[in-house]
C-alpha cells in the first residue's frame, strides 16, 4: 500500500526534473551598465560588449613573458577584452564620453545602445559625446552616414585626432587594408558634420562645468582623457593609455601594437599611473574588465589595481 501511494508523486517529481533538465542554455550577459556617484555627479559605465585580443601578438614584449602575466592572473590568449564607455550626468548636461564600436569590430560588439536603455536612459537625451580618440571601437558606436545614433548631441574630439582620421587625403593614400581605420570614422562622424555638430576642440578644454579635457597624445596623435570632477571627487578617464591589466600595470612600459607614437604613450602612461597612485582619485579606463573602474597604488616598479567594490548608489 505505501508503495502505490508514492508511486504518482514520484512519477510527477521524475517529469517535472526531466522538463527542468531540457531547458537550453542561455548564453548571454544582460546589458551592461554600472552606476556611481561622483560629488554631485551620477557617472554611469556602459559595456559595448568584449572583444578577443592576441596579446601575446600585440603587447610590445616576448610572447612566453606575456602568457606568464596572463597565466598569473588566470588568463589566456586571446583575452577577451571590455570596450567600455562612460555617462556622466551632471545635473545639466547628460555627456557620454566614448561610444563603443558600433556595426565596426563585428558581433560581439555594438551593445552599448542597449546597455544604454538598459540603464534608464535614451540616445535622444544625450547633449555632448567627447571622444577620446578616433580609433573604431570609440567613435563606431556614434552611428552610419546620415544615421545619427545620438541625434541631439554635440559631438568633440581633439582636433589633432579629427585632422589626422577624418582627412579624404589619408584615407585615398592608407593601404588598402588601413582604409578602414579613416573610412569607419569619417562615416561614424558624417551626420553630425553635416548638422553642424561636430565641434573639435584644441588641447586641454574645459568642456562642460565639471567635464575637462587632459591632452595625452601618443596612443594616438590627438588622444584625450577627460577629468571629471565634482564636489572635491575626482575621476580620470584614461581612454587607451593602457589595454591590458596583467601586463601593463606590473609594467608600465609595455607598449601595443595600436600606439601611433609608442614612446609617447609610454611617457602619459607612465605620468598618468603616478598621479592616480599619488592622489588617490578614481581612473576608469576603456579596455579593463567591465566596469573598469578603480584605485592604483605603487607596487615596487609598477602598480596595483584596486576595482571598486560593488556598491548601489544612495
Request: without cysteine; charged residues 20%; aromatic residues 8%.
Amino acid at each position: 500500500m505505501i508503495l502505490k501511494k508514492l508511486a504518482v508523486p514520484f512519477a510527477i517529481a521524475t517529469l517535472a526534473g526531466a522538463a527542468h533538465a531540457a531547458a537550453p542554455m542561455a548564453k548571454t550577459q544582460a546589458p551592461g551598465f554600472y552606476r556611481m556617484t561622483l560629488g554631485d555627479f551620477e557617472v554611469t559605465v556602459l559595456n559595448d560588449g568584449t572583444v578577443d585580443l592576441p596579446m601575446d601578438k600585440l603587447l610590445h614584449q616576448k610572447p612566453e613573458k606575456t602568457a606568464k602575466s596572463l597565466d598569473q592572473h588566470f588568463l589566456k590568449n586571446p583575452v577577451e577584452t571590455s570596450v567600455n564607455a562612460f555617462l556622466v550626468n551632471t545635473g545639466s548636461k547628460l555627456v557620454l564620453i566614448d561610444t563603443g564600436a558600433g556595426g565596426l569590430f563585428g558581433p560581439t560588439l555594438g551593445n552599448l545602445v542597449k546597455s544604454l536603455k538598459a540603464a534608464g536612459y535614451q540616445p535622444e537625451q544625450v547633449d555632448e559625446i567627447y571622444i577620446t580618440h578616433l580609433h573604431g571601437d570609440h567613435v563606431g558606436g556614434l552611428g552610419a552616414l546620415d544615421k545619427p545614433a545620438f541625434p541631439n548631441a554635440v559631438v568633440r574630439m581633439d582636433k589633432r585626432d579629427a585632422d589626422f582620421f577624418l582627412s579624404k587625403v589619408n584615407l585615398e593614400k592608407a593601404s588598402a587594408e588601413s582604409k578602414g581605420n579613416f573610412q569607419g570614422p569619417i562615416n561614424a562622424v558624417s551626420a553630425y558634420a553635416s548638422a553642424g555638430k561636430l565641434q573639435p576642440f584644441d588641447g586641454n578644454t574645459e568642456l562642460v562645468p565639471g567635464v575637462r579635457a587632459s591632452s595625452s597624445y601618443g596612443h594616438t596623435p590627438g588622444h584625450t582623457t577627460y577629468v571629471v570632477e565634482s564636489k572635491g571627487q575626482k575621476l580620470v578617464l584614461l581612454g587607451d593609455l593602457m589595454h591590458n591589466a596583467a601586463v601593463q600595470f606590473p609594467d608600465p612600459s609595455v607598449t601595443i601594437q595600436f600606439d601611433s607614437d609608442a614612446k609617447a604613450a609610454y611617457a602619459q602612461r607612465k605620468a598618468a599611473f603616478a598621479e592616480a597612485a599619488k592622489q588617490g582619485y578614481w581612473i576608469g579606463v576603456a579596455h579593463l574588465p567591465f566596469p573598469g573602474v578603480g584605485h592604483l597604488r605603487g607596487d615596487g616598479k609598477g602598480y596595483k589595481f584596486f576595482p571598486v567594490n560593488y556598491s548601489v548608489p544612495r
